[in-house]
């Protein structure tokens, strides 16, 4: 469902319509940075109690706007685990008066493995979480120490099994292209994520066009990482056997047993609405873009003085908005209609010439008045988005 331009919410959550929507709300405080991230972190914990009474404030400005009902809701980071259950309950209380959650909603928590006992996945359950999202990303200890991670692969198994025993829907990330990952490190992470068999999966491939640690590794040592074409293998490999294994590939970097598709996730590819607080946070809804303070003093300062702590807000044109649609949908694997190419391809002469190569070569095709990317096609995606703009 999409909520058009007339019944959207505006940025901080002002709406004048009743359409139900999704909510992201960033905690960014971790133990400790690892080597790849370049998410908006911090390792301040001291600020993490006036962080959360400013976050449980900002919603509470949103909702006094206007309140709505919620279909997701998604508590990334950062480290949301490392929250204590007493803090997240305050937040959790303001979100209950002004943005109730729907009887089915999905409501998901980001949580490292080390955060992670059968203690704290009950209180996140009697809060009303029902998915947690664990990070592994891989299952061996030599490369979990490359990347500064704070646990080790027996931890990160125990994680996953303490979870599914509490009845909570798990997913979990695994990342590839790392350094010093061989074809046994793979072959490893695969057949313990396997065992364990979580009902989601994530796969990314370490993305190095930001600055971080592996990026600056990867300029002195680049011996020590895949080449480009290990790492493609790396990608379809993990691909082959997660479908071999029942998974269905329903997005790039996103794969689910029958049923467990990320709902909240689902919301961006298909342009539903999500509303967005904390530190970085992102939001969109209808044609409107936005995003918040990505500064923590900037932000504390924002909603500590009644203000809404947004750092930009913009509305689409005709045109983006055509070219995000097709952007987005060829991310999935439902992929785009054909009418939808077409009014692109108008826009964007270069996607077009792109998209033709790309059918030519198989790295996509089209079925049904639609047009899908194949998981080669999805490894070098980048290159057809890139003739969108
Ligand atoms: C918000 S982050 C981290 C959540 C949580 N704090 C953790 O560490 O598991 C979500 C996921 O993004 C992925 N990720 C982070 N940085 C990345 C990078 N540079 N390239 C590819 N994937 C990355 C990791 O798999 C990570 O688990
Ligand atoms: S990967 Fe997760 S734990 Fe590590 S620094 Fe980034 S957000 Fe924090």
Request: a positive charge.
């Amino acid at each position: 469902m999409i909520v058009g331009a007339s019944r959207s919410p505006e940025p901080g959550g002002r709406t004048t319509g009743r359409g139900v929507v999704g909510l992201y709300v960033h905690l960014p405080f971790c133990a400790s940075r690892c080597a790849y991230c370049t998410f908006a972190t911090s390792t301040e914990l001291d600020l993490l109690p006036r962080t959360m009474a400013a976050s449980t404030r900002e919603i509470a400005q949103m909702g006094r706007r206007g309140g709505r009902s919620l279909a997701t809701l998604y508590l990334g980071g950062g480290t949301p685990s490392l929250v204590p259950p007493g803090e997240l309950s305050k937040l959790f209380a303001e979100l209950d008066r002004y943005f109730p959650r729907l009887p089915d909603a999905e409501v998901t928590l980001e949580a490292n493995p080390d955060d992670v006992t059968v203690e704290k996945a009950l209180a996140w359950a009697k809060l009303g979480v029902n998915r947690v999202s664990v990070g592994v990303q891989a299952f061996s200890d030599r490369v979990l120490a490359m990347l500064n991670r704070r646990h080790d692969a027996a931890q990160a198994s125990n994680a996953v099994r303490a979870l599914q025993e509490t009845g909570l829907a798990v997913s979990v990330d695994l990342m590839l292209g790392l350094p010093r990952f061989a074809d046994e490190d793979l072959r490893a992470s695969l057949a313990e994520l396997l065992r364990l068999r979580p009902g989601h999966v994530s796969v990314y491939l370490l993305e190095m066009d930001k600055p971080h640690e592996l990026a600056r590794l990867a300029q002195r040592c680049p011996d020590l990482f895949p080449d480009s074409d290990a790492a493609a293998s790396q990608y379809l490999t993990a691909g082959r056997e997660l479908v071999a294994a029942g998974y269905t590939h329903y997005e790039i970097s996103n794969f689910a047993l029958p049923g467990r598709e990320a709902r909240h996730n689902v919301r961006y590819w298909r342009r539903q609405p999500v509303l967005a607080a904390g530190l970085a946070a992102h939001g969109h809804s209808g044609r409107r873009r936005w995003a918040n303070l990505d500064t923590l003093p900037a932000y504390l300062e924002a909603v500590e003085a009644g203000r809404a702590p947004l750092a930009w807000s913009r509305r689409l044109s005709d045109s983006e908005a055509a070219r995000e649609r097709v952007m987005l949908g060829l991310r999935l694997a439902s992929g785009v209609a054909d009418t939808e190419i077409a009014a692109c391809g108008g826009l964007a002469p270069a996607f077009a010439e792109r998209l033709a190569d790309f059918l030519a070569l198989g790295l996509a095709r089209r079925s049904r008045e639609r047009v899908r990317l194949t998981p080669r096609g999805w490894l070098v995606s980048n290159e057809l988005f890139a003739g969108l703009w």
